[in-house]
C-alpha cells in the first residue's frame, strides 16, 4: 500500500510542476496572391491571377468570401518605364503606402469570382472609358493589387504591386473579308479611321489576326502578326471546317501588345468545292476490236479517279461511259460511228474537272 501511495504522491508532484505559456492561435489566413499579370485590351486593362485556393500555410483554403482589387493612379512623364514590384524592405513600405493612396475598384465576392474564373485563373476587367474622355492616357501610370479575404476579417498580404503605362491603342480595323482558296484563307481588311479616342492620325505598328471554329466561344492566341500590311494569309487553315475570323491593331509590333477593338467577324468555309485539273494530252486509238483511250496523269494530291465520256457528232450532252477509273486510260470495246471523247478527273470531295476533249 506505501508503494501505491508514493507512485501517486509522484505522479501528482510531476502534474503541478511550472506550466509552459500557452501558444498564440495560429490565425489561418489566404495565401499571397500572386502572380498578377496585366495587359491593356482596347479600352480596358485586363488583370489575371491565380483563384485563392491555399492558406498561408499551405493547406487548402475554405471559408474565402471576397477577392479585393486596389488601384492606384499615378502620374508619369513622357517615355516613363513601368516599375518593378518593390522588393525586401521598401515592399512593405510602398504596400502600406499603396492601401493608403489606392481606390477599391472591385470586390468580388463568390458568385462574382465564379463569373470572372476561368480555368484556375481570376480574369478582372478595368474600364479606361473616363481616362479617354479626360485625355489622361499616355500621362499616367495604373498601379494594381490584390488581397483575398477568408470569414470576413482575415485578410491575405497584398499581392505583389503590378503596374500598366495605359496607351491610346488604334481604332477598329474595317472591312475584313475572307477568300477561300484551295490551299488557304486570304483576309483583307482597312486601317482604322483613327485611334479608339477618336484622333488622328491613326498609329499602327502591327496588325494581330485571330481564328475560332463556328462553334468555338472565344478567339485565344492570335494565329499570326503581321506589320502594317492588311492582309494576311492563312494556310494553317484546315479542309472542311467553318471558320469565323477577326483583326485587331497594335500600337507596336512588340508584347504584351497594346491592342485596339477587334474587326467584325469574317466567315470562312474551307468545305472542298475546287475541282482538279482536267486530264491533258488526251489521245483516242483506233483498234481492231475497239477504241483506246490514254491520257496524262492528273497530280491533284486528293485525286480519286478518273469519269471517261462519249458523245455523237450532234448530240449536245455527253454521256458517262465509265467512271472510278484508277489508271490514266480505258478501253471502249464497241464504240458507235463517229462518236467524240473526253474524260474527266475527280477528287475525293466528288467535284468533277471539265471535260478534257480529244483533239482533231
Known sequence: MRKIFAVLGALLAFGCGRKLDPLPPILVVPARVEPVRLEQDGGDVVLRFPYPARTAQGAALTGLTKVTVYREIQSAREGARVPEPPAGEARAREERDFRLRAE??????????????????????????????????????????????????????????????????????????????????????????????????????????????????????????????TSFADQTARSDRRYLYTVRAALKKELPPVLGPPSDEAFADTRDVFPPAAPAGLLVL?????????????????????????????????????????????????????????????????????????SR
Open 104 to 229: 477599391v475598384i472591385a470586390e468580388l465576392g463568390p458568385e462574382a469570382l465564379d463569373e470572372r474564373t476561368l480555368g484556375a485563373e481570376v480574369i478582372v476587367r478595368d474600364s479606361l472609358v473616363s481616362m479617354y474622355r479626360d485625355k489622361r492616357l499616355g500621362k499616367i501610370l495604373l498601379r494594381y493589387g490584390v488581397t483575398a479575404t477568408r470569414d470576413r476579417k482575415r485578410v491575405s498580404e497584398m499581392s505583389p504591386l503590378v503596374s500598366i503605362l495605359p496607351a491610346v491603342p488604334p481604332g477598329r480595323p474595317d472591312d475584313l473579308v475572307a477568300s477561300v482558296l484551295e490551299s488557304q484563307v486570304c483576309l483583307e481588311w482597312r486601317a482604322p479611321a483613327g485611334m479608339l479616342d477618336g484622333s488622328t492620325p491613326v498609329v499602327v505598328g502591327a496588325y494581330a489576326v485571330y481564328r475560332k471554329g463556328e462553334a468555338d466561344e472565344w478567339y485565344e492566341d492570335p494565329i499570326g502578326v503581321v506589320g502594317k500590311e
Open 286 to 358: 483506233v483498234e481492231a476490236e475497239g477504241t483506246r483511250l490514254a491520257w496524262t496523269p492528273v497530280l491533284a494530291p486528293d485525286l480519286a479517279s478518273y469519269r471517261a465520256y462519249r458523245k455523237g457528232t450532234k448530240a449536245a450532252a455527253w454521256s458517262r461511259i465509265a467512271e472510278g477509273l484508277k489508271e490514266p486510260g480505258y478501253f471502249d470495246p464497241a464504240p458507235p460511228k463517229g462518236v467524240r471523247y473526253g474524260v474527266t478527273a475527280v477528287d475525293r470531295q466528288g467535284n468533277e474537272s471539265p471535260v478534257a476533249e480529244e
